[in-house]
């Protein structure tokens, strides 16, 4: 599987590690961007898929407690800075026309691996369904409906044994059994075709049986859904992961945010000359901020790689499941090409059925007829005379 | 019918009043003989036709009476006779090679003109069928032939409506309804297909009842059996009439008998001279006697005309019976090719139902399906970025 993933660009799959930022010093326009990522995290609760770490109290503390009318040099830097990206069910997407522009992974062939990132509102719209589970519904309703027409080409058995039951029936039937000559004999043959034709139907049906509806139902039997349930859990459990690593990084940047704060109460302690030991603070509290932005950078880490191993998964897999979908569609097209087969055959064999009642007929002679009946019947061929004396 | 009669030389199917003996002089071997007819004759009564007049009490007695050792010149006469012809349930006959030689009357045809002369015993032995009852019985059979024949068409009628029934009940089924794309065009269009099927056996079986299955069924419906009874009573009077007339024939012969009789008497008396008177006598015997031999020869001549017209209304209507079995023939293999042409016919529309789903088989495309599905189904096609602070 992995082999078919390091086929892809690893640059145009993921951003290389030289596009991340290190420089936690920008730390600052987090605290800024917070509540706009908290609306997002406040949505993604919907799905409950992991608690909202962002929209603390706390932070919105943090927020209210700047004196009005005071503007910080972070504050004129936030104007500069502006949003690129976006992390939706704790996956992160570059915003509509920020960083580099995306080239499908496989261009022109509507494969699976380039259309199911995002996840989509499940119908009653409560819930979220995941791209891959859209993926593996397909998949399921194709063995459903591979089943089903195995069911219909069953029926139709069913159907053509009846047919032939009724017309091999028929063909015993002593109606007209004592008609003689070239007309019995024609009539004859015309009561056996039917014989002949109960057996085509006969053959029609097993041949269905062994040829397109065994097939069509054993495809895939047992092991398929085992499959799919495999590549499931393996996705899901991945998605989890990544949840948690996301939950991680939330929580390292509320860290890194208490340090920064505390860092810029104590500069401006320093401006105004409050205390004389500030010196020795401000220098404890820069250690710390540095020891929490490591701490963010970790956890960022963690994050991407978890990301990075779910994307990996998911183009694999998907390929994987366009793979049996392809030749789910072939499979079945063989078999039902097979049906017709099975069908011109058996209109075939029934003209043969008949072709010797033509020729029968073909030979049927009134005046052979009443020759070979007068032979056996008749009474006498010597004429009447005249009485006399 | 009497025209075609008239096509047959009449020389030939009766003998020529040319051939018949006048002389009734010879009437004196019939006394002889008449033991030996009335062999037949008593053979003849187990018919019941008509009483035997010739084997009385009377007769015996007068055979009886002759004086032992007394040779008449009558007699004598009788061993120079032989017997030509034979009487057997008042038809007669010419004993083998006796009389003209008899061609047929239709040579090489084995026409039922030529066969049916003779009575012969039913089955049972206890009554005699005339050769026209066996021609007869063959009609009605044939008739009884065609009707099973009409039924047997109906049966396969009612095994295709019930065919045509199930596959287009089965064609509305909904299974594997959702498939889609290409793959779902030509599922539905083989669904469809069930349907033309059934269709074209509905047309097959509406054909057959119109085309086969009444034809057979109304050829000669009602009139037919009446057409029958009519030639039947027509040629079975002619036979009572025939038996009647024979009657009348025996007993001429007794009477003149009788006459001869009383006539060698006088003469043996008028030779010993019994009495003087005898000359009046024998005059008077003799008229008689003459007197009986016109009667006998007029009775003749009423039998054979009553057998020579029996003898036409025989050769007329078994040659119209020859022609309606020839019909029937002819009808019945002209609507056995239908029912073989409607067969052809439906093999071949049948093929027909099954290229449209061959297309569309031939359209699958799992590519394009995927194309299909991915724009209906996708989620979002821009990937996953790294985070960053």
Same mark, same amino acid.
């Given at each position: 599987?992995s ?7 690893p640059?145009r ?5 030289g596009q991340?930022s290190?420089c936690?010093?920008?730390g600052l326009n987090?605290?800024?961007?917070s509540?706009?990522k908290a609306?997002r995290?406040?949505s993604?609760?919907?799905n409950?898929k ?7 109290p706390? +932070? ?11 503007v ?5 830097q936030i ?5 690129t990206?976006t992390? !939706? ?8 026309g920020e960083g580099p522009? %995306?080239?499908l992974?496989?261009?022109n062939e509507?494969s ?16 979220? *369904? =995941?791209?891959f589970?859209?993926?593996l519904?397909k ?8 089943k089903?027409m195995?069911?219909?080409i069953?029926e139709?058995?069913?159907i053509e044994e009846e ?14 059994a &004592? ?8 009539w004859? %043959?015309?009561?056996?075709?039917l014989?002949d034709?109960?057996? /085509?139907h006969?053959?029609?049906?097993n041949?269905?049986?062994t040829? /397109? ?11 398929f ?5 495999k ?5 899901a459990?991945?998605?989890? &992961? ?10 390292a940047?509320?860290?890194l ?6 860092l810029? /109460?104590?500069?401006q302690?320093?401006?105004?000359k ?6 020795e ?8 901020? =540095?020891q929490a932005?490591?701490?963010l ?9 978890t ?6 998964? $998911? !183009? =694999?897999?998907? $390929? ?5 979908e @392809?030749? +789910? !569609?072939?499979?079945? #097209?063989q078999?039902?090409? &097979? ?8 209109? $075939?064999?029934?003209q043969? =059925? @008949?072709?010797?009642?033509? #020729?029968?007929l073909q030979? /049927?002679?009134p005046?052979k007829?009443?020759?070979?009946w *007068?032979?056996?019947?008749?009474t006498?061929e010597?004429?009447? @005379?005249?009485l006399?004396?």
């Amino acid at each position: 599987m992995s082999s078919t993933a390091s086929k892809l660009d690893p640059d145009r799959q993921l951003p290389s590690s030289g596009q991340r930022s290190s420089c936690y010093h920008k730390g600052l326009n987090y605290l800024t961007n917070s509540p706009k990522k908290a609306d997002r995290c406040s949505s993604r609760t919907k799905n409950g898929k992991f608690p909202d770490t962002t929209n603390t109290p706390l +932070r919105n503390l943090a927020l209210c407690r700047k004196p009005p009318g005071s503007v910080s040099p972070a504050k004129r830097q936030i104007n500069e800075v502006k949003e690129t990206k976006t992390t !939706v069910n704790c996956v992160t997407f570059p915003l509509p026309g920020e960083g580099p522009e %995306q080239q499908l992974l496989k261009p022109n062939e509507w494969s699976y691996c380039d259309y199911f990132w995002a996840d989509k509102k499940d119908p009653q719209g409560t819930t979220h *369904v =995941t791209g891959f589970e859209v993926l593996l519904q397909k998949q399921l309703k194709g063995k459903q409906l591979q089943k089903e027409m195995a069911e219909f080409i069953h029926e139709r058995i069913k159907i053509e044994e009846e047919y032939a039951k009724n017309l091999s029936k028929l063909s015993l039937s002593p109606l007209a059994a &004592q008609e003689e000559g070239t007309l019995g004999e024609a009539w004859t %043959q015309l009561k056996k075709s039917l014989h002949d034709e109960a057996e /085509v139907h006969l053959k029609f049906s097993n041949k269905l049986h062994t040829e /397109v509806e065994k097939p069509l139902l054993t495809f895939r039997c047992d092991n398929f859904k085992k499959d799919l349930k495999k590549y499931d859990h393996h996705i899901a459990d991945l998605r989890k &992961q990544l949840a948690s690593r996301f939950a991680g990084v939330e929580k390292a940047r509320k860290a890194l945010a208490d340090r920064q704060k505390d860092l810029e /109460v104590k500069t401006q302690q320093l401006e105004i000359k409050l205390s004389n030991k500030t010196e020795e603070d401000i220098k404890k509290a820069r250690r710390k901020s =540095t020891q929490a932005g490591d701490d963010l950078m970790r956890s960022l880490d963690l994050y991407n790689q978890t990301q990075s191993k779910w994307f990996e998964e $998911m !183009v =694999t897999t998907s $390929m994987e499941l366009e793979k049996l979908e @392809v030749e +789910r !569609v072939e499979w079945i #097209q063989q078999h039902l090409r &097979q049906y017709t087969t099975l069908r011109h055959e058996t209109d $075939m064999f029934n003209q043969s =059925t @008949v072709e010797p009642v033509d #020729q029968l007929l073909q030979n /049927v002679d009134p005046a052979k007829d009443r020759e070979l009946w *007068v032979k056996e019947n008749k009474t006498g061929e010597v004429r009447p @005379v005249d009485l006399d004396i």
